[in-house]
């Protein structure tokens, strides 16, 4: 079974920075697209970053592009978000995901839901 499994969230004062971890399991990790999704509450979740494990492309959002990061240790099974000057309007459930397709991007957003999902990391931003 996909497994996918998201660490890292916690408190962080706007312009700070934190990194989530996101631990998969259960599949060829190289086959797979893998990304960062988030929802805060009362909004729609929205895509955030994704990578290709197979060749290291990347993609962001237009909202986090020069702050926010994504890599990925192959040999971990493991992709991380870096996210660096955080504002309140970052403060969200972020989940990761996996799809084996796609990133699903174009004109800077993430037009679909991804075929996996784990359980989300909350990230609490205070002004």
């Known amino acids: 079974d996909v497994q996918l499994q998201a660490s890292g969230g916690g408190l962080v004062q706007a312009g700070g920075s934190l990194r989530l971890s996101c631990a998969a399991s259960?599949?060829?990790?190289?086959?797979?697209?893998i990304g960062w999704f988030r929802q805060a509450p009362g909004k729609e979740r929205e895509g955030v970053s994704c990578i290709r494990t197979s060749d290291g492309s990347t993609y962001y959002d237009d909202s986090v592009k020069g702050r926010f990061t994504i890599s990925s240790d192959n040999a971990k099974g493991t992709v991380y978000l870096q996210m660096n000057k955080l504002d309140v309007e970052d403060a969200a459930v972020y989940y990761c995901?996996?799809?084996?397709?796609?990133?699903?991007?174009?004109?800077?957003?993430?037009?679909?839901?991804?075929?996996?999902w784990g359980r989300g990391t909350l990230v609490t931003v205070s002004s």
């Open positions: 259960g599949f060829r990790f190289e086959d797979y697209a």
């Open positions: 995901a996996a799809d084996p397709l796609s990133c699903w991007y174009r004109g800077g957003h993430f037009h679909r839901a991804f075929g996996f």
